[in-house]
């Protein structure tokens, strides 16, 4: 080592360490060295196994640095190790593990003393050494079996994602520069970059999380996600290819990738029977945003008023303004009656329309008008 290289002179003799190591240990992963530094700050390094599944990061400092340690506390490192649960800081003499935030491992492959004395740094703790890249190396997602588990997990990953997009704005990088600036000018015009980089991560993580309940037990990632929006849905469709799509800056992707990998990890089943549970629905589509919103921003959903309204509720209410409509307002189809127009000024995921549309259709049914009931519904 020279006391006049520079952080990235080290970076391809780390990677060829880590690729024999991973080899060695019949760990075979991939290393990729990260696109570019950015303020907001993307890992140096990226690990995936064979099959492009998350393994880790890593963050390399200078070999220099006064105190590797440190760094682990300044606002970069803090932002890495809140949204990133596999990470090793390193300063390529020292190395630091962290899991979920918390250290679990550490090891110093030699004093960088010598470095700064001109001095060829001694080899020690080889062993130790290597029982923490087994320990990295050994890192899978976590299977999240609960609604608030996995809502956990993606908003961690959601707010670094808006960060990023934020800076990406900032440079004013074309693909997500072009597509706020249309949105600010055809759609929102107090459309803040703040807020649109927030909107840009919630419809990604969100259009992912729909993905991936349409995916069930299937193959997903990033790469796939698209093909499971169901075409019902032409917005969110098109949206979610214009988003996560060829335009994708590369400075985004390992990030996206992440949030998939956390969602294709998730027990469906389990999450699907607690929503029918406790929300009497088999949808956790239309339900599952409150409990992610109340993790990624407990204001916003406040300030919003998302708050989830029991079926058995809404059922209650819409038949008895059905009822009320027939027995005192004289409207004899109830809500199917023509002349009735249905307000909800804030429909959230739609419930009380859809519900008030099923019973509708039912009492035009039972009077043997159901042929009738395309126009109504449109």
């Avoid at 080592?1 to 060695?24: G, I, Q, V």
């Avoid at 196994?49 to 998350?54: W, Y």
């Avoid at 090891?107 to 130790?128: C, M, S």
């Avoid at 992610?292 to 998302?306: I, Q, W």
Wanted: proline share 5%; with cysteine.
């Amino acid at each position: 080592m020279s006391r006049d290289a520079t952080e990235p002179s080290y970076y391809p003799l780390l990677k060829e360490l880590l690729e024999n190591f991973s080899k060695e240990s019949g760990k075979v992963a991939g290393v990729t060295v990260q696109p570019k530094k950015t303020k907001a700050g993307i890992p140096d390094f990226l690990l995936k196994t064979k099959a492009g599944k998350i393994i880790g990061y890593i963050e390399a400092k200078d070999p220099m640095i006064d105190s590797l340690i440190n760094e682990a506390q300044t606002d970069q490192l803090q932002k890495y190790k809140e949204s990133l649960p596999n990470l090793i800081l390193t300063n390529f003499l020292e190395f630091y593990l962290f899991r979920e935030g918390k250290i679990i491992n550490e090891v110093r492959l030699a004093n960088p003393v010598f470095l700064k004395l001109g001095k060829e740094p001694v080899t020690e703790n080889i062993d130790k050494f290597s029982e923490l890249l087994d320990q990295f190396f050994s890192f899978s997602t976590p299977r999240t079996y609960t609604a608030k588990a996995l809502a956990t997990e993606l908003a961690k990953r959601t707010r670094f994602l808006s960060s990023l997009i934020l800076e990406e704005l900032g440079e004013d990088t074309e693909a997500i520069s072009g597509i706020y600036k249309a949105f600010k000018e055809e759609l929102i015009e107090s459309l803040t970059e703040e807020s649109f980089a927030d909107m840009y991560a919630q419809t990604i993580s969100y259009g992912l999380f729909s993905a991936r309940i349409q995916a069930k037990e299937n193959e997903f990632s990033r790469s796939t996600a698209y093909q499971y929006i169901p075409s019902t849905i032409p917005l969110l469709r098109h949206l979610f290819y214009l988003l996560t799509g060829p335009n994708l800056p590369e400075s985004l992707e390992w990030i996206v990738d992440d949030i998939a990998g956390v969602l294709a990890s998730a027990d469906l089943s389990s999450i699907i029977k607690e929503f029918h549970t406790k929300v009497w629905t088999d949808d956790p589509v239309l339900h599952f945003y409150e409990t992610f919103l109340a993790v990624y921003n407990p204001s916003e959903r406040k300030r919003c008023g998302v708050y989830y309204t029991p079926e058995p509720v809404v059922s209650y209410i819409i038949r008895s303004i059905h009822h009320i409509l027939k027995d005192k307002f004289g409207k004899a189809d109830g809500l199917a009656d023509k002349s009735v127009t249905l307000l909800d000024p804030a429909a959230g995921t739609l419930s009380f329309p859809s519900m008030a549309i099923r019973l509708a259709k039912k009492e035009l049914e039972s009077k043997g008008k159901g042929g009738i009931f395309p126009e109504y519904a449109h």
